[in-house]
């Protein structure tokens, strides 16, 4: 309360709009004797009625109540709201209390696969996110906990092959285990890292004046760099250059060659168009001069028909 959005160790997830909300989280040491209180704001969506409600959370000292020894286990057909159900975790805990035998043991915190990293699974099969639930017991791990850490499980797990754990079958009825997920955890045998810490004046000695190593940094010479930069380009330009001259000009058949291959007829009929060519080249240039005679109807192979010629006061056509 006070505060735009509720605290980073706290969670809520509401799978549809007309589904069960759902608060879940841990809190860390930071929080420990320090009462959060969550405002909750709800209204009808039929009537607009509004309703609010503050919710305490008092936060407790792990210390009191130790659980030295954790175990935690990833479940793959469960999402989070399903796990937290009281009757879905009391059965999960049951289970645990039946493969461990311990004479206490709580749920320590409940996570789901996403916030672990895990993806979003396909919407097929009805495939479940998964969650991650820790619990804390007084008695070290049992047995069947153990066979977790044998070499046989752990090649197993390694070539992403289901371990042989003889107490699956006491989850395996309602709860499906990764085994080779779970993490045990002894409290008993770490020790703390812990270091105190000095704190000084905060003032750095005095060094003297810094002389940077001028004098060790060798000179370098880059004009053989840049000799073979522009050299190398230049030698494959050139060899690209005679590759193409040779195609151009020393691949050419020539015009022997091309008139020994061309039929004599197709040969006269070039020539002709050639020498019409220019001749009408040489008309336009001077049009006083008179007609060659190779435009004259007379001399040319096809039959004019349809023209009429006027030679004094005779007709022809």
């Excluded at 004479?103 to 969650?131: F, Y």
Aim: charged share 25%.
């Amino acid at each position: 309360m006070g505060y735009p959005d509720r605290p980073g160790w706290l969670r809520y997830i509401q799978r549809t709009p007309y589904s069960d909300g759902v608060l879940y989280g841990s809190p860390t040491i930071e929080n420990v004797g320090k009462p959060t209180i969550i405002e909750i704001t709800a209204y009808n969506r039929r009537t607009f009625e509004t309703a609010r409600h503050n919710l305490i959370i008092n936060i407790m000292s792990a210390e009191d109540f130790p659980l030295p020894y954790q175990a935690e286990f990833f479940i793959k057909n469960m999402n989070v709201e399903e796990m937290l159900a009281s009757e879905v975790l009391g059965d999960f805990l049951g289970a645990v209390k039946n493969v461990w035998q311990p004479e206490r043991l709580n749920a320590i915190n409940i996570t789901s696969a996403l916030d672990r990293g895990g993806r979003v699974p396909l919407p097929i099969n009805d495939m479940k996110e998964g969650v991650y639930v820790m619990v804390g017991a007084d008695v070290p791990f049992s047995s069947c906990l153990r066979e977790v850490e044998n070499p046989q499980n752990q090649l197993r797990c390694s070539q992403e092959m289901e371990p042989v754990i003889t107490c699956d079958k006491k989850f395996r009825t309602q709860f499906h285990i990764d085994w080779c997920k779970i993490s045990l955890v002894d409290n008993t045998k770490q020790v703390s890292t812990y270091q105190e810490v000095i704190r000084g004046e905060g003032i750095l000695p005095d060094g003297g004046e810094y002389k940077p190593p001028s004098d060790t940094l060798k000179s370098r010479d880059y004009y053989s760099d840049f000799l073979i930069t522009l050299a190398v380009p230049s030698a494959i330009a050139l060899v690209l250059f005679l590759i193409l001259a040779y195609i151009m000009c020393c691949r050419r058949e020539g015009v022997e060659k091309r008139n020994m291959q061309t039929p004599d007829l197709q040969l006269v009929h070039h020539s002709a168009i050639q020498k019409s060519t220019k001749e009408l080249r040489d008309m336009s240039k001077n049009r006083e001069i008179a007609w060659p005679l190779s435009t004259l109807p007379v001399f040319h192979p096809v039959t004019v028909r349809g023209i009429s010629f006027k030679k004094g006061n005779n007709l022809f056509s």
